[in-house]
């Protein structure tokens, strides 16, 4: 990557802007990762190409910090506040920039278009807000308490999500910002002993921490000065409020109130944006980056004109909303070229160059093969035409490698290339990895990228360039609308009702409100804080009723992650269950078993002593059994009648009997346990043939018995008895009921 390199000092010499070809997903961060010099901020189009850039980035520059900026996931002007752990991950990247100096250390920020084109609170704002505690420390309770108000976290009895605090005497559980677990600090008096992690939904330590370091977990912090502020540039702005303004008056009050994030700039005396956390660094941009700002500023406008066009009709019941102006709160294209004016931006293309000049590079890779023609094909074998691929890009000098999704996913590759042929198959953790990685080799790593790249000197093929698209989950089934209504007649007021995305809540009850002028029916449900979703009834399916008693059951908070963490638990003792029932399958499947296959002519004598015809579900089900039974392999299969019916018995009967003189046992049935009433006409037919125990099987066949009706009888009588008193002896029938009280 020398020509990298240069373009590198090309840029720190002269500040310009240049394009980027050839430079696919994938590749393009393994290129942005060597032009990084000081500090770096990376512009992707959404959320989820921020992912996959950062995992990118990971895999081929391990080496490099990383920070991550994401977008609210709230729309602008909304009347909800962004989720709580995304707001965790912006103050912690926020802090870090305007805390740590600029020691030349290479540093690559990650952010979105949403996210650049929206101000940020002034650097000055995280000033003596960062405080580092480590066992031993001394820090009072007070003082503590002082620092969890004024940087704005909330008390709660149990400490789920990011920016919450308990205090039960001396022990005091939070979540900081940017924190993977909440943390429980315990102190004796005004001294720190202990610093440990725990999981928030057992509430159980899992290891100790060295220190932690807390910081503010809001983008307003609500204090006497701020409050000022607000009450001053509202009034200033929108003129003199009454007491419906429900903002106004919570913020007056000193209280924190949902969605009030998007008066942002009233908080402060002036916002900044993430331009000025890093000033002179270079900056990169994602192929089509730019159009997805301008989609973005064409929604802010549309909002914006949607909030202050509201007719009086759809105003009536709803609270007050007063939009600031769009250039309060984000960037107009002036300040977007402003911002840009003097710094090295590169903007990427995964398409090679159509000119050549001063600021056009080309960085040589090119997207992957695809093999969508040998998927259609049915007489090609996808896997086969990979392996002569790979084989022919190694002769030609070129390493190889395959990139999967997930570890799941590269298991499965590795095991149907290597069924393929494909012998020297290796595993490999990151770009070192693959740099050392012998050209006679084939590497498979663990790399999301959605499509593949080729370079003179390397071929990875990604997923989807082999399977095509990755497989989607079905759509789930509406419930019928009018099963909920008959369903919802039955709900009184505080019952407990469970939410797919927001969890456990309360059913208050079914409301019409006015929606753009228009009535709509909704019902109300209520979570923890005092907030309440309106859910349309057309989407009804998504609630549930709650399926056990409510007593100590706590309500979920809207936006949390304590529900979807729930989820993806259970979720997770389901695959291990799943995990084992399939283990549990396999072995089944390669444990032999005895062949048994009644010979002709004694078979059908004992199936012809049953008096009554069998229906065609019994023929079925007695064929379906012998079938199983001369598999050699395990059986499982449990056969259902009603004992009433003397059909269904001879069902039982005839999949006990063996047909050569002896019982099937355990080895051929699922159970020997005959219910009361069908052992006894299992067992007058029993008495017409021959008996053994079963632990004779392993005889082989033996010839008919030839004694008389009556001696049959009394060997059955013995048979009976003798196991009856000693049922774990091995007896292949055993009376169960009024035949045999003992």
């Not at 005497?169 to 008096?189: H, M, S």
């Not at 009394?714 to 009376?735: E, F, I, K, N, W």
Request: proline share 6%.
């Amino acid at each position: 990557m020398g020509n990298f390199a240069d373009l590198a000092r090309s840029l720190n010499q002269r500040p310009r802007a240049v394009t980027l070809f050839g430079a696919p997903e994938g590749y393009d961060a393994a290129a942005i990762g060597t032009l990084a010099i000081g500090r770096w901020l990376h512009v992707c189009r959404d959320d989820g190409r921020m992912a996959r850039f950062a995992a990118a980035l990971a895999f081929f520059h391990p080496e490099l910090e990383t920070l991550t900026f994401p977008a609210w996931d709230c729309l602008p002007y909304d009347r909800v506040s962004p989720n709580g752990e995304i707001v965790s991950r912006r103050i912690d990247t926020l802090t870090q920039l305007a805390t740590i100096g600029g020691d030349g250390a290479p540093l690559i920020v990650l952010t979105t278009i949403n996210s650049l084109v929206q101000r940020v609170p002034p650097r000055r704002l995280f000033d003596e807000r960062v405080l580092t505690l480590r066992p031993g420390g001394r820090v009072g309770l007070d003082r503590l308490q002082s620092f969890f108000r004024n940087n704005g976290y909330t008390r709660t009895d149990t400490v789920r999500e990011p920016g919450e605090f308990a205090i039960r005497g001396g022990i005091v559980d939070l979540y900081p910002a940017g924190a993977a677990e909440p943390v429980r600090l315990d102190f004796f008096g005004d001294v720190l002993e202990s610093v440990r992690s725990f999981d928030p939904l057992n509430q159980r330590s899992t290891g100790k921490l060295n220190e932690v370091v807390l910081r503010p977990v809001s983008e307003v912090l609500l204090d006497d000065e701020t409050a000022r502020r607000f009450r001053s540039r509202y009034r200033e702005q929108f003129g003199a409020t009454g007491t419906d303004d429900p903002l106004y008056e919570s913020v007056s009050a000193g209280r924190r109130y949902i969605g009030m994030e998007h008066w942002l700039p009233f908080y402060y005396e002036r916002l900044e944006t993430l331009f000025d956390y890093l000033p002179e660094a270079g900056i990169s941009f994602d192929y089509q980056a730019e159009e997805v700002r301008g989609h973005r500023i064409e929604a802010i406008a549309d909002s914006y004109a949607a909030r202050r066009n509201v007719t009086p009709a759809a105003r009536a019941g709803a609270p007050i909303y007063r939009p600031i102006r769009p250039e309060q709160l984000y960037l107009d294209s002036r300040e977007w070229l402003a911002a840009l004016h003097g710094r090295p931006v590169v903007q990427l293309s995964p398409f090679a160059a159509d000119h050549s000049d001063g600021d056009a590079f080309d960085a040589g890779a090119r997207p992957a093969r695809n093999f969508a023609a040998e998927r259609a094909d049915p007489k090609v074998v996808l896997f086969e035409a990979v392996r002569e691929y790979l084989e022919a890009e190694r002769k030609s000098g070129r390493k190889t490698a395959v990139a999967a999704f997930s570890p799941g996913s590269a298991d499965r590759l590795l095991t149907v290339l290597r069924e393929r042929g494909v012998s020297d198959l290796r595993r490999i953790a990151d770009g070192r990895a693959l740099d050392g990685l012998p050209r006679s080799a084939v590497g498979l790593a663990v790399l999301p990228v959605e499509q593949g790249f080729a370079t003179d000197d390397l071929v990875l093929l990604g997923e989807q360039d082999i399977l095509g698209d990755r497989l989607t989950r079905t759509a789930r089934r509406r419930r019928n609308l009018d099963q909920f209504i008959n369903e919802a007649t039955t709900l009184t007021p505080g019952d407990l009702v469970v939410h797919a995305d927001h969890g456990i809540g309360r059913y208050e009850a079914l409301e019409t409100i006015d929606v753009a002028g228009a009535p709509h029916d909704c019902v109300r449900v209520l979570y923890a804080g005092d907030d309440r979703l309106f859910i349309p009834v057309e989407n009804i399916e998504v609630l549930s009723r709650f399926g056990s008693e409510d007593a100590g059951v706590q309500l979920d908070r809207l936006g949390g992650i304590a529900w979807q963490s729930r989820k993806a638990r259970v979720k997770q003792r389901i695959r291990d269950i799943a995990g084992e029932l399939i283990r549990v399958a396999a072995e089944r499947q390669l444990r032999p078993g005895d062949v048994l296959q009644p010979p002709d002519g004694i078979y059908e004598e004992f199936a012809a002593r049953f008096p009554y015809p069998e229906t065609e579900d019994q023929l079925n089900a007695i064929a379906d059994t012998l079938t199983d039974m001369a598999s050699g392999k395990p059986m499982d299969r449990l056969i259902c009648g009603d004992v009433g019916f003397w059909q269904d018995r001879s069902c039982a009967a005839r999949r006990v009997y063996r047909g050569d003189g002896r019982l099937a046992g355990r080895d051929g049935c699922a159970d020997d346990l005959i219910v009361t009433s069908a052992f006894p006409q299992l067992y007058r037919a029993l008495c017409r043939v021959a008996i053994t125990d079963r632990t004779d099987l392993s005889a082989g066949p033996r010839k008919r018995d030839t004694r008389s009706q009556e001696g049959a009888r009394r060997g059955a009588d013995r048979h009976r008895h003798r196991h009856a008193c000693a049922p774990r002896q091995g007896c292949s029938v055993r009376p169960f009921g009024p035949l045999d009280r003992r």
